[in-house]
């Protein structure tokens, strides 16, 4: 992987298209961080769901992360809420599989133990 600064921002460079890691003009390296987390918990929540053949639909994942008050304000906390649509004899299922995604999540096992994950599910 490369960083390059043909500007003002960063770039990480990729083959489709460079990402700007510029809060103004892109994602800034914190943010990454959270987006990393939801995104690496979302393919392992979908893998294991895939695994057990149970079905759903992943609607949307939304999350939020929380920077600590004291300087230098590192992440202390990433909350990452997944929208599911399933059957609902499949919802009991589904919450015994949820709770493997943190063990599972090669991004949330590399956090500083400080950092406080949370997931929650949504069925809609």
């Known amino acids: 992987m490369e960083l ?12 489709n298209g460079n990402w700007l890691l510029d809060r103004e003009s892109g994602f800034s390296p914190v943010q990454l961080v ?23 639909e992943m609607k949307k994942v939304l999350f939020e992360y929380q920077l600590d008050v004291y300087y230098p304000n590192p ?11 399933t059957r609902d004899r499949d919802c009991e299922e589904i919450k015994q599989v949820f709770f ?4 599972n999540c090669p991004v949330i096992q ?13 069925f809609v």
């Open 4 to 15: 390059i600064q043909p500007l003002e921002a960063l770039e990480l460079v990729h083959a």
């Open 110 to 122: 590399s956090l500083h133990p400080r950092i406080k994950t949370n997931a929650f599910i949504i």
């Open 34 to 56: 959270a987006a990393s987390a939801a995104s690496c918990s979302t393919y392992v929540f979908e893998k294991l769901l895939d695994d057990r053949g149970i079905p759903y």
């Open 100 to 103: 493997q995604i943190a063990e």
């Open 75 to 85: 992440v202390s906390q990433i909350d990452v809420r997944f929208y599911l649509k």
